[in-house]
């Protein structure tokens, strides 16, 4: 257990609370994974998890409840029915 607040924590950062740097990122996670791409696919997830609870988006993610609103308007996409990603909640 770490009170280390940051998504990824390794060997040096897991006692402090420091995040890992972008080179520690690249070289794990490659160049293609960037913050944008982990928060914009983070965000319908959540929306789905929470069952469509605007305001706990809102509060998550720093964004407000306009935006989190078009993220849980899109919860009945049949596009998004697919028994991998969960079924959400009304």
């Not at 897991?14 to 990122?25: R, S």
């Not at 305001?55 to 899109?74: C, D, N, P, Q, W």
Request: aromatic share 4%.
């Amino acid at each position: 257990m770490t009170g280390n607040p940051h998504l990824f924590v390794h060997v040096r950062t897991a006692v402090t609370t420091t995040c890992v740097g972008p080179a520690w990122i690249r070289q794990h996670l490659g160049t293609h994974l960037t913050t944008r791409n982990l928060r914009s696919n983070r965000i319908p997830d959540e929306a789905l998890a929470t069952g469509g609870d605007a305001k706990r988006l809102s509060e998550m993610f720093g964004i407000g409840l306009h935006a989190a609103r078009r993220y849980t308007a899109v919860l009945g996409h049949p596009g998004l029915s697919d028994p991998g990603l969960g079924t959400p909640t009304p």
